[in-house]
């Protein structure tokens, strides 16, 4: 179905229409869906479908009253997405996943990282723990972490993976290049950045996509 | 159409099947789809199909010859998607992507970093240059970049964008959260973790995909 698709892809573009309205200085009283569409160079019609889905209709032809419009995109992120993931592995990818700053806008965050090797144990620079992995079971059982991130050896990613659904998480972010079996009420994504930046070359390179 | 979809699909899972060979110690004289499928946690027709298109046809039941097979694979894998990128905006994100060390089994590779900050400057870890951004045209120029990957703050990214096509790369791979405006025959490719982990929650607060 259509319209189940586009329910994340719209979630997941409320936080650039929430930015754009926060960084209108000064704020106008009224906005267009055109005027936005324009400034974030999407469609016309997308940013009204996007809006209509999160406050469930359409608006006049006027516009939308902006401090509303931003209440309301306010509101439906607070409620959404929120959660707490935890991290594994925190090698290069990992550590940088840990300390990325751009989790906070879309309610989501990293709260802590685990390792097995002890010489990266302590707080990263922005002051979040990285924690010895006997602590990652009862760490996301205590904070009901629901998302746990894969960064470690290709070697390590399945045990990992099976301490996380012990623990408690119901989806799983692999950096890993691996295919883990997991039971399947737990959601994976992979994400696999060499294939990605691969991919990109082999379009060069005259592959269609 | 479907055939055109898989040729990029296939080409990324190249490198799965070359590593498991390359695992394969002792390395079996013939190996078949199906051990090769069950080995990844593949599917044997999909397996069966991306040997095929890589070898441009079928093999008998008895399976691959497993050295000719891994051969085959090294050669493609060599020929395609090989070329080097360039980096701009060497922060936590930007040198997690330098110096990943995934890269290289897919044959593609970030070559240096480029930021406006002289205190990021120099080699990193890696031995991998970072250099000031008044050295990326005649750079990529010089070293025939063809990838531009840009992970700077949001209000440089136009910018920098812009110089990368001046430089004559041909694709940009995008951490940061906008949208470029961006010559038509220059591919882009965004790439916004903040929104992946937020899709994750969103699907496990019952959101379809």
């Known amino acids: 179905m259509k319209e189940k698709g586009t329910r994340i892809a719209t979630f997941v573009r409320l936080p650039l229409y929430r930015s754009h309205l926060r960084s209108l200085d000064p ?40 401090k509303d419009l931003l209440a309301g995109l306010e509101s439906v992120l607070e409620r959404r997405g929120a959660g707490d993931a935890v991290l594994v592995g925190a090698g290069k990818v990992g550590r940088a996943l840990l300390e990325f700053d751009g989790f906070s806008s879309y309610g989501v965050e990293i709260v802590a990282g685990f390792d097995n090797d002890t010489a990266v144990l302590g707080k990263t620079d922005s002051g979040k723990d990285i924690l010895p992995l006997d602590k990652l079971i009862p760490f996301c059982k205590k904070h009901k972490a629901r998302v746990g991130v894969i960064a470690v050896p290709v070697d390590q990613a399945q045990d990992v993976c099976d301490m996380l659904v012990k623990a408690g998480v119901q989806a799983i972010w692999c950096f890993t290049p691996v295919r883990l079996e997991i039971p399947n009420h737990i959601i994976v994504r992979y994400e696999n950045l060499a294939a990605s930046l691969a991919a ?7 592959l269609t996509v």
């Open 27 to 66: 704020m106008p009283e009224h906005i267009s869906a055109a005027a936005i569409a324009g400034a974030l160079g999407f469609g016309e019609v997308q940013v009204r479908k996007d809006l209509a889905l999160v406050f469930g209709g359409g608006r006049p032809r006027t516009g939308y009253v902006t």
């Open 200 to 206: 990109l070359f082999a379009r060069l390179d005259g």
